[in-house]
């Protein structure tokens, strides 16, 4: 890269990063069964759910997850499906950011920390109630549905150290 000083003079700067770090197992290879598996229930889980509203919530959840293969995956989808830089650099501070978002969307997201960290062993009615408000029964099925599928990647790709970085959208239709 050639970045310019003060006098406008070119300058040659190389980034130098750190080395991947290696996976720990190669999950899908060794239960492609269960990753074939994952694949339909994943396919499953986005029917009829508004794919903005499935992107955030992924999102989201591996945020929260600490899921870089699956935020990688996730922001480069999004991305090309049109979502702003914006609203996805955002997701992570959605409360002071609420402007960004519709109230649905904002009900989702909520659905989705409550879902992700059960700290408190449930979802708060006032939570579920509000998604309620937003999602018709069969929408508010399905965004469930999607929010436990993202966990259950999350889970996979935090425990198996997968390496983010190499997806570009589309790898995995």
Not at 102 to 125: Q, R, W
Request: overall charge negative; some cysteine; aromatic content about 8%.
């Amino acid at each position: 890269m050639t970045t310019m000083d003060e006098t406008g003079a070119g300058t040659d700067t190389t980034t130098e990063y750190l080395h991947e770090h290696t996976p720990r197992l190669a999950w899908a290879t060794h239960a492609p069964e269960v990753f074939k598996a994952m694949i339909k229930l994943d396919a499953a889980a986005r029917k009829g759910l508004d794919p903005v509203i499935y992107e955030l919530v992924k999102i989201r959840a591996s945020q929260i997850n600490r899921c870089a293969l699956c935020l990688d995956m996730h922001a480069k989808d999004a991305l090309a499906a049109g979502e702003s830089v914006e609203r996805i650099v955002q997701l992570s501070a959605w409360e002071e950011s609420r402007h960004f978002y519709t109230a649905k969307e904002i009900a989702a997201i909520e659905l989705t920390e409550a879902v992700t960290v059960l700290t408190d062993g449930f979802v708060p009615d006032e939570v579920y109630a509000k998604a309620a408000e937003h999602f018709d029964e069969a929408e508010l099925t399905q965004l469930i549905a999607a929010i436990t599928v993202i966990n259950a990647w999350n889970r996979f790709g935090v425990t198996t150290r997968q390496v983010p970085g190499h997806y570009k959208p589309g790898d995995h239709k």
